[in-house]
């Protein structure tokens, strides 16, 4: 099995970058179809971005579409989440996720399919 660990998270102002990392341990990234998921208090996870095992599929979120790019580099064993332009309901605990499953066109945004997650990194955007 895979762990991951996240990292990135800051306070910062609407309109700047981040760039989040999930470092995977045990097994390699591309094993798994890579994910990132979000969720802020009182609110339900919500699928940000995915990335599958070929590296040939990239979903986005249509509410981050534009803005967030997924990556991953396999020297490092790690997946990146970089974000640009944010704002300031862009602010949520953010998780990494990895489903050692087939990819799936129809359900790769199901928190659901994820097998293993991290602990999350706080990301916070300020008016």
């Known amino acids: 099995q895979v762990q991951l660990v996240e990292s990135g998270g800051d306070l910062v102002q609407a309109g700047g970058s981040l760039r989040l990392s999930c470092a995977a341990s045990?097994?390699?990234?591309?094993?798994?179809?890579m994910a990132w998921f979000r969720q802020a208090p009182g609110k339900e996870r919500e699928f940000v971005a995915v990335?599958?095992?070929?590296?040939?599929?990239?979903k986005y979120a249509d509410s981050v579409k534009g803005r967030f790019t997924i990556s991953r580099d396999f020297a490092k064993n790690t997946v990146y989440l970089q974000m640009n332009t944010l704002k300031p309901e862009d602010t949520a605990g953010y998780l990494c996720?990895?489903?050692?499953?087939?990819?799936?066109?129809?359900?790769?945004?199901?928190?659901?399919?994820?097998?293993?997650w991290g602990q999350g990194t706080q990301v916070t955007v300020s008016a």
């Open positions: 996720a990895a489903d050692e499953g087939l990819y799936s066109s129809v359900a790769y945004s199901w928190s659901q399919r994820y097998d293993y």
């Open positions: 045990g097994r390699t990234v591309a094993s798994y179809n």
């Open positions: 990335i599958s095992k070929s590296g040939t599929s990239r």
